[in-house]
């Protein structure tokens, strides 16, 4: 009799140890999905962040070529009458140049209600390139829009401010425009 | 009985320490994790547009016409208190104005971004001080990127920082 009360005794010890286990794992387990939670989301951030940096870096690169550029000492700063040659039909024996499906560039500010393409009257973007090819994802960054100007007799640099809008390829199925 | 009653007392204790250690270990997670959510964060997309609008030309000349300032000379101007000659207008009312509807502009044209402020601040010994403040800024609530621009006037630091509030996804 004695030996059948300690052994249940035992077991009720065995049986709490195990519950009280699983509990402790079960809590450890959602700590660690909420601490999983926080670090996936601190990655996806990161990976949004490079991949907009690169995209970013791409954009400097074509916006610095000699065909584009302004100063060559700056960044995103573009030739306006260079962007007024290469959108004028004279830029036709580039296509094989450029490292993107297409390639834009909108005046941004002063701000405008229709799209004119250039070169026209009022017009306010420039269709440098554009390969033809429809699934492309899109990205784009602000940059000066500069030309040298003459008035009053003097001669100044005068800057606006543009986006130029490059077109990639899509590569599978993803399609995002980062506009 | 004594003896029955002091293992109770030590897995109490045990598991009293357990319950303390490990809240004390989640505090500390979500101190570090939290911790950096109200900062905003460097951008290399914030920095570019605010190159972009620093060498934008203005309409403010001080001295003569066409020596027109761009933005950052602009803010040089305001900090001097001078006046746009061709114009006839203080430079800091004319910068105000412009700033805005630059901004406005290159706002509108980014679908990602909500808010945005441009602050204009001196730095001394003290801190910063600021000088004047563009925005629209309404409730962000998602995340805040910023960057910003030292210009030095005569022995003076001067910054210009830009900070905008990009839409929840």
């Known amino acids: ?179 | 009985m004594r003896i029955r009653d002091k293992c109770g007392q030590q897995e109490i204790v045990g598991f009293v320490l357990i319950v303390v250690l490990v809240m004390v270990g989640m505090m500390v997670f979500l101190v570090i994790s939290l911790g950096n959510n109200g900062e905003p964060l460097d951008s290399v997309e914030v920095s570019t547009n605010l190159d972009v609008l620093m060498r934008t030309t203005t309409e403010c000349a001080i001295t003569y016409e066409p020596d027109y300032d761009d933005f950052e000379d602009l803010f040089k101007s305001c900090y001097k208190e001078k006046s746009c000659s061709n114009l006839d207008r203080d430079a800091c009312d004319y910068l105000n104005e412009s700033l805005w509807d630059v901004m406005n502009g290159m706002m509108v044209s980014e679908a990602g971004i909500k808010d945005w402020s441009v602050d204009f601040l001196e730095r001394d010994e003290d801190g910063e001080v600021g000088i004047l403040r563009v925005e629209d800024w309404m409730n962000c609530t998602g995340k805040v990127n910023s960057a910003q621009r030292a210009i030095i006037s005569g022995g003076d630091r001067l910054i210009v920082r830009m900070k905008v509030c990009m839409i929840n996804n």
């Open chain 1, 1 to 179: 009799m004695w030996s059948v009360v300690v052994e249940k005794r035992g077991q009720m010890k065995i049986m709490q140890m195990a519950f009280m286990i699983i509990g402790v794992f079960f809590f450890f387990v959602l700590v660690g999905l909420f601490f999983l939670n926080f670090m996936i989301g601190d990655v996806q951030s990161g990976a949004y962040e490079l991949q907009k940096r690169q995209a970013i870096s791409s954009l400097e690169m074509i916006a610095g070529m000699n065909e584009l550029s302004f100063d060559s000492r700056e960044s995103m700063m573009l030739d306006e009458d260079k962007l007024m040659v290469m959108s004028g039909g004279l830029g036709d024996g580039y296509e094989d140049f450029w490292p993107v499906a297409s390639l834009r560039v909108y005046k941004v500010y002063p701000t405008f209600s229709e799209e004119k393409k250039c070169p026209g009257i009022d017009c306010n973007y420039y269709d440098i390139y554009d390969s033809g090819q429809v699934d492309v994802v899109t990205y784009s960054s602000f940059v000066s829009i500069c030309k040298r100007v003459k008035e009053f007799g003097h001669i100044y640099d005068k800057c606006e401010i543009g986006k130029i809008v490059a077109g990639v390829k899509i590569r599978g199925s993803e399609a995002v425009n980062e506009d």
